[in-house]
């Protein structure tokens, strides 16, 4: 990847860069950041359009990102958490990329003296983003004297927007606005505010995710109030929330401090259907955590997890109930992502002597990280299932020991349906296969199919 920078005598120094979509990592070769007084001022990036680039183009094309900078010496973080850092995007247009490869944006260190960095040939610059990107905005409740002008300036920022890199606030928008254009947007990476607003319909109808990597006042990933006039007859009566069902994990969002999933938090987990985070499950989750007054938790709340089809960081099961002998209330789990990993890992079962059979009956794809499971002394089947065909990259491991026993299993007649073809089950029955030996009706093999019965 060619990342250069610039020394105090011009020489070009070479960057090594790790970039994602959402984060970049610039780690600066020798000589180019001597000690901590030249570290780069976090407040104070900027971009600077390329040389030969019009103006429109520049205006059109780019997204933001995350930016830490670090000594290559040190290791150590010099500036991070810089948001809503202004870069040319080219990825809607690969001829633009290819036209122009070289981006620069700069800053001035604590000693005042400029620095700069461009990015030449970036690959990143070719990924899909998903959808047009625009930046939030961090103004809480201070709003422009001029309330028309309050409505042009969110119209400007969020028309055609799919997705907001930063918080979305709404405020002092009054009745009769059209508001129509939100409907575009689909996540939020940080909270949403609605308040001080006349409006009486919300109409983020396809927004689908509130990551809540900041959260307004520290605590809230959505906060909704004050949206009615002084003298009560215009407000928000309605919210088109309705595609609202990615969750936070835990860790993340609104779920930020939590460890586990445990009484106190499992509510917030009612028909997700994805996970943004990792779901995890400790001893002070289903037993209690008396030092936080935290009660045991209701086996039968688990089953809110049923509707979870995906799981975009890490599955850690290292307690549960001592009545609920598989994990069948993952049966509807497609994917586990793997961005996030604990310690590598993104599925562990560990130490659990209650369950005999896994049944994630529905789970196709593990993207990263590796699978862990062991000293589980009743778990069978797992020795039946093809992990590497739910692997999405070769350096993906299954480490699997101090299971019970295939031979015992097989003695208690522990054994995958005769309608499951080689590729194995998840548990007992013809709905647990990985695949079918010969038809399928729905989830569930079957050994012939007819035209009337499907």
Not at 59 to 68: I, T
Not at 296 to 314: H, K, N, Q, W
Not at 380 to 403: D, H
């Amino acid at each position: 990847m060619g990342l250069m920078g610039k020394s105090e005598n011009n020489e070009k120094t070479p960057l090594a860069a790790s970039l994602l979509l959402t984060s970049v990592s610039l780690t600066h070769g020798a000589g180019a950041i001597a000690s901590d007084k030249d570290a780069f001022s976090a407040s104070d990036i900027r971009v600077k359009r390329a040389e030969g680039m019009s103006v429109a183009d520049f205006e059109k094309h780019y997204f933001f990102l995350n930016v830490r900078l670090e000594a290559s010496d040190s290791k150590q973080a010099l500036s991070t958490g810089i948001t809503s850092t202004r870069l040319v995007n080219v990825s809607a247009s690969k001829q633009l990329a290819q036209s122009y490869s070289s981006f620069v944006f700069w800053s001035h260190n604590l000693d005042g003296a400029e620095r700069s960095v461009a990015l030449s040939h970036c690959p990143l610059m070719m990924a899909d983003v998903g959808g047009a990107v625009c930046a939030g905005t961090d103004n809480k409740l201070s709003t422009l004297s001029d309330l028309d002008q309050q409505y042009k300036t969110l119209r400007k920022f969020y028309e055609n927007c799919e997705v907001v890199m930063g918080n979305l606030e709404i405020t002092s928008i009054e009745r009769n606005r059209n508001l129509s254009f939100l409907k575009s947007i689909r996540e939020v990476t940080g909270y949403v505010l609605v308040a001080l607003n006349q409006f009486d319909y919300l109409p983020l109808e396809n927004l689908r995710i509130i990551r809540g990597t900041k959260l307004y006042e520290g605590r809230y990933s959505l906060a909704i109030f004050l949206n009615y006039r002084k003298d009560g007859h215009f407000g928000l009566r309605q919210l088109g929330l309705k595609n609202l069902t990615v969750c936070d994990g835990i860790g993340t969002g609104s779920l930020q401090l939590a460890q586990t999933v445990d009484s106190s938090n499992i509510e917030k987990f009612v028909n997700c259907t994805k996970i943004n985070g990792n779901l995890i499950f400790l001893i002070t989750g289903i037993k209690g955590d008396m030092y936080h007054g935290i009660g045991a938790l209701d086996p039968e709340r688990l089953s809110v997890f049923r509707t979870v089809r995906e799981i975009t960081g890490y599955l850690n099961i290292q307690s549960w109930p001592e009545n609920i002998t598989d994990l069948g209330v993952f049966s509807n789990l497609v994917t586990i992502g793997g961005r996030t990993l604990y310690s590598g890992i993104s599925l562990l079962v560990l130490k659990q002597r209650w369950i005999t059979s896994l049944q994630f009956q529905s789970l196709r794809e593990i993207s990263a990280g590796n699978v862990y499971m062991t000293n589980n002394s009743q778990l069978c089947f797992y020795n039946t299932v093809n992990w590497t065909s739910l692997f999405r990259t070769g350096s993906q491991r299954a480490l699997i020991k101090s299971n019970r026993e295939p031979r015992d299993c097989s003695e208690q007649k522990m054994l995958c349906d005769p309608l499951c073809s080689e590729a194995g089950c998840w548990g007992p029955g013809p709905d647990q296969c990985l695949s079918c030996k010969y038809f399928s009706r729905g989830r569930t093999c079957v050994k012939s199919c007819n035209l009337y019965d499907g």
